[in-house]
């Protein structure tokens, strides 16, 4: 017997109530290109790949985890 697999609609309600219970949210953003160079300048993208999605969203979680984790 096949067990049917989900379909893409349940499988993104699926991963939003995870993401909600692990207390996350998923959102989309814009960014200007002055913001972006500014990540560079921070060092925290390489000027290198500031066209990378991926390493945008890196430098941004790490400019975030900089700017808004409380001091120990």
């Given at each position: 017997?096949?067990?049917?697999?989900?379909?893409?609609?349940?499988?993104?309600?699926?991963?939003?109530?995870?993401?909600?219970?692990?207390?996350?949210?998923?959102?989309?953003?814009?960014?200007?290109?002055?913001?972006?160079?500014?990540l560079?300048?921070?060092?925290?993208?390489?000027?290198?790949?500031?066209?990378?999605?991926?390493?945008?969203?890196?430098?941004?979680?790490?400019?975030?985890?900089?700017?808004?984790?409380?001091?120990?």
């Amino acid at each position: 017997m096949m067990t049917a697999s989900p379909t893409s609609a349940a499988e993104r309600m699926r991963r939003h109530r995870e993401r909600r219970r692990d207390g996350m949210r998923c959102l989309w953003i814009e960014l200007r290109d002055t913001e972006i160079d500014a990540l560079v300048q921070r060092g925290l993208l390489k000027a290198e790949t500031r066209n990378d999605q991926n390493a945008i969203a890196d430098a941004l979680y790490d400019h975030l985890e900089r700017s808004l984790d409380p001091v120990a």
